[in-house]
């Protein structure tokens, strides 16, 4: 039999995917050849009640953590909604795949109806829940504007999903204009993600993620992960969920 090739010793505070050529060239193979789709994948959850610290699910069980440092591998913005659950459902937060979804905030997929089963594409802009006074639970639009991003922890050779809501879209924005004016992409450079506590107008608290410049890469990581990023980009532009 073929001698198997082992796993890359991953440093004290190393990223697989900087450091191990099998582990950031096989990403997308894993993820598309056994079917897993984003909601699949392990999450990291923004608290609710404007919560600062993560929760993050281990081998070892649930530790907190007041800030992350990952490699962003892959971001999308667009629009997700769950018609028919109730608007405090805890599916809502991406725990089961949304009826409709844009991958883009122009086209939506699936269905946008609460009476017709009927599964197809449609304009977001002209979608009745994405128009301002639609929301079921308040002020606002019902179909949920945000990103999804999978990020990579220290010695993880998968990503986990995090799902942004609008709140947070402005800090995400802003991060990516420093990067950029700098010449760089979220990919290239090490991250660390931080929870701050916001309110809105009416006194409730909320959390927003918060994103900090650590380093960025040497030729060598960047190089491997580059490959990571074409590969869950494409990833990403073929899930539905």
Same mark, same amino acid.
């Given at each position: /039999?073929?001698?198997? !090739?082992?796993?890359?010793?991953?440093?004290?505070? #190393?990223? +697989?995917?900087?450091?191990?050529?099998?582990? +950031?060239?096989?990403?997308?193979?894993?993820?598309?050849?056994?079917?897993?789709?984003?909601? =699949? &994948?392990?999450?990291?959850?923004?608290?609710?009640?404007?919560?600062? @610290?993560?929760?993050?699910?281990?081998?070892? #069980?649930?530790?907190?953590?007041?800030?992350?440092?990952?490699?962003?591998?892959?971001?999308?913005?667009?629009?997700?909604?769950?018609?028919? %659950? =109730? /608007?405090?459902?805890?599916?809502?937060? #991406? $725990? @089961?795949?949304?009826?409709?979804? @844009? /991958? =883009?905030?122009?086209?939506?997929?699936?269905?946008?109806?609460?009476?017709?089963?009927?599964?197809?594409? *449609?304009?977001?802009?002209?979608?009745?829940?994405?128009?301002?006074?639609?929301?079921?639970?308040?002020?606002?639009?019902?179909?949920?504007?945000?990103?999804?991003?999978?990020?990579?922890?220290?010695? @993880?050779?998968?990503?986990?999903? %995090?799902?942004?809501?609008?709140?947070?879209?402005?800090?995400?924005?802003?991060?990516?204009? !420093?990067?950029?004016?700098?010449?760089?992409?979220? *990919?290239?450079?090490?991250?660390?993600?931080?929870?701050?506590?916001?309110?809105?107008?009416?006194?409730?608290?909320?959390?927003?993620?918060?994103?900090?410049?650590?380093?960025? /890469?040497?030729?060598?990581?960047?190089? &491997?992960?580059?490959?990571?990023?074409?590969?869950?980009?494409?990833?990403?532009? $073929?899930?539905?969920?």
């Amino acid at each position: /039999m073929p001698k198997q !090739k082992s796993l890359a010793v991953i440093p004290e505070g #190393g990223f +697989a995917i900087t450091v191990d050529e099998q582990a +950031a060239t096989s990403v997308g193979e894993v993820l598309t050849s056994n079917g897993i789709r984003p909601f =699949d &994948l392990g999450k990291l959850t923004v608290p609710p009640g404007g919560g600062t @610290s993560w929760e993050i699910d281990t081998l070892e #069980g649930s530790v907190s953590e007041k800030t992350i440092d990952v490699v962003i591998g892959a971001v999308r913005s667009g629009r997700r909604q769950w018609w028919r %659950l =109730d /608007m405090n459902d805890p599916d809502r937060d #991406g $725990n @089961s795949p949304p009826e409709c979804q @844009s /991958m =883009d905030g122009i086209t939506g997929q699936g269905v946008n109806s609460m009476t017709d089963d009927t599964v197809g594409e *449609h304009s977001c802009q002209e979608c009745q829940w994405s128009q301002w006074g639609s929301a079921r639970n308040g002020s606002g639009s019902d179909c949920r504007q945000g990103a999804l991003l999978l990020v990579f922890r220290e010695a @993880s050779r998968l990503p986990d999903v %995090l799902n942004l809501s609008v709140t947070s879209l402005n800090n995400l924005r802003k991060y990516a204009v !420093k990067l950029a004016g700098e010449g760089l992409q979220a *990919h290239q450079v090490i991250t660390q993600l931080g929870l701050e506590q916001a309110a809105s107008k009416t006194g409730i608290k909320y959390s927003r993620v918060t994103f900090q410049y650590v380093r960025a /890469m040497d030729p060598d990581e960047r190089a &491997l992960v580059e490959r990571t990023h074409a590969d869950l980009d494409e990833y990403l532009t $073929n899930s539905r969920s």
